[in-house]
């Protein structure tokens, strides 16, 4: 069965410090993975994606994620954490032969000063 | 960037109401998802639309119906609502035949079911 796994729920980090956010899938097909972000009160935006190639992905306001098949897992990073990074993240996995996206359960993040 | 609207943005209701919530899309996409958000649950799929004549079910769908009008509109109702249903609500769309079948998220729609 298809599943993602945020295995964090809430992280505190303080500005300046490095981030990262855990990510693990189990999916049967070739996993296109996503990795989005929603500050309060908003809609979820897209931070990057990963399809093929480079593992290493970066993506919009400093972050990346780095696919890994061995471990199922597409951990989101950042080097330095602004205040206004503190949102909740939302990892995410489908197929372009498939028909859903699975979505984890999310990982709030407090920065704090 | 509006490419993706919903309306209501918020909605109070009472439980036994039917209420319409509303999706439309200028993005050009063929597909439309309906989503709900639960703190602690993530996102969970409740209707999926790959074209106008195309409805599936998603995850949740009991209690909910769907209606493709066009190609960018896509209506979400609950036929009489109850106080679980109280959620944020999300419409998305993605581009079928690209490789990347990203999906676009409207600001959603924060629904109280009293």
């Known amino acids: 069965a298809q599943s993602v796994t945020q295995p964090d729920i809430h992280i505190t980090v303080s500005e300046g410090a490095s981030l990262e956010l855990r990510c693990n899938y189990s999916?049967?097909?070739?996993?296109?993975l996503f990795w989005y972000v929603q500050s309060p009160g908003q809609g979820l935006q897209l931070l990057l994606k990963?399809?093929?190639?480079?593992?290493l992905v970066q993506g919009i306001k400093g972050f990346e994620a780095e696919f890994k098949r061995s471990q199922s897992s597409f951990n989101l990073r950042k080097p330095s954490v602004h205040w206004s990074d503190a949102a909740e993240y939302f990892c995410?996995?489908?197929?372009?032969?498939?028909?859903?996206?699975?979505f984890g359960t999310g990982t709030s993040l407090t920065v704090i000063p | 960037d509006a490419d993706v609207t919903q309306t209501p943005r918020n909605r109070i209701t009472k439980t036994g109401k039917r209420i319409m919530l509303e999706c439309s899309q200028t993005?050009?996409?063929?597909?439309m998802y309906w989503y709900r958000q639960d703190p602690g649950l993530g996102l969970r799929l409740i209707y999926y639309?790959?074209?106008?004549?195309?409805?599936n079910k998603g995850e949740i769908s009991d209690g909910y119906s769907v209606s493709r009008q066009a190609q960018a509109k896509f209506s979400l109702s609950l036929e009489s609502a109850i106080p679980n249903q109280t959620a944020l609500y999300f419409c998305?769309?993605?581009?079928?035949?690209?490789?990347?079948?990203?999906?676009?998220f409207g600001p959603g729609t924060r629904l109280l079911v009293l």
């Open positions: 990963y399809f093929s190639g480079d593992t």
């Open positions: 998305a769309t993605s581009d079928f035949g690209r490789q990347e079948e990203t999906q676009y």
């Open positions: 639309s790959f074209d106008v004549k195309d409805i």
């Open positions: 995410a996995v489908g197929a372009l032969s498939g028909n859903q996206f699975y």
């Open positions: 993005k050009g996409h063929d597909r």
């Open positions: 999916y049967g097909a070739t996993p296109y």
